[in-house]
């Protein structure tokens, strides 16, 4: 199951502050403990909202009187549009992790996944059990895109944000995917770390979500990706 990490923070840190000194809890919430970067060979699936930035100023708050701002200060009051984010990125972080994939970070409106598989010519050395395992991870990567956009398409038909002109608050999504060598480990400040990807696969899966603008496309996947499985390539054309 996903989680908001900003979720199960504060929840687990007071329990676990009952056995431990708050220095523990401080390291725990610093991120000190974690292990040296790896190098992975695998596929990156990134997702990013179309027009987020002009949806965020269509759909922010703006609170009148000191009452309405007190109350969203102690939290009474829900934000409806990071309500509505946290419901998306739920479901998208479920639909990857039901396909055997591993949410490594989510930034604004963006979510980059990873699936680690075999290299092809270790895939090749060991037999038909190893090339058998790349095309079952394929195969993963690209149902969980397809239940990405399905469930998009059902969070877009049931949220119940609008503004006071009635306009309906919708999440388009886009996707990229790409294979290759890349490393993941943390990074950041002494009290802030985040989980980055670094490589050429991130940076492809970056663009090709990008060229989903340019081609009115929903899911798009490098040829290197595609190629060992003619039958798993996906193209979506976004709903109009």
Same mark, same amino acid.
């Given at each position: ?122 895939? $090749?050395?060991?037999?038909? +059990?190893? @090339? !058998? ?5 394929? #195969? /993963?990567?690209?149902?969980?895109? =397809? ?54 696969? $991130?940076?492809?899966?970056? +663009?090709? @979500? !990008? ?5 009115? #496309? /929903?899911?798009?996947?490098?040829? =290197? ?16």
């Amino acid at each position: 199951m996903f989680i908001d990490r900003d979720l199960w923070i504060p929840a687990v840190l007071p329990v676990v502050g009952q056995f431990v000194t708050i220095g523990v809890c401080l390291v725990l919430r610093a991120g000190f403990v974690h292990g040296p970067p790896r190098l992975v060979y695998g596929v990156c699936l990134l997702t990013d909202i179309g027009h987020f930035t002009e949806t965020t100023e269509k759909f922010r708050l703006n609170p009148d009187g000191l009452l309405q701002r007190f109350l969203l200060r102690v939290g009474a009051k829900k934000l409806p549009l990071m309500s509505a984010l946290r419901t998306y990125f739920r479901l998208l972080g479920t639909a990857v992790e039901r396909q055997g994939g591993t949410v490594l970070n989510q930034v604004g409106d963006s979510m980059i996944c990873i699936w680690q598989i075999r290299r092809p010519h270790d895939a $090749a050395s060991s037999g038909g +059990r190893g @090339e !058998q395992r790349s095309e079952a991870v394929r #195969t /993963q990567v690209c149902r969980a895109a =397809l239940a990405i956009a399905q469930h998009v398409t059902a969070f877009n038909d049931a949220v119940s944000v609008r503004t006071s002109s009635g306009e309906s608050l919708e999440f388009p999504t886009r996707i990229g995917i790409d294979l290759g060598q890349f490393e993941t480990g943390y990074f950041g400040g002494t009290f802030s770390t985040e989980h980055l990807v670094v490589g050429n696969p $991130a940076n492809t899966a970056s +663009r090709l @979500e !990008q060229l989903n603008k340019v081609l009115g #496309t /929903q899911i798009l996947a490098c040829l =290197l990706y595609t190629s060992p499985s003619p039958r798993d390539r996906t193209r979506s054309r976004m709903p109009s």
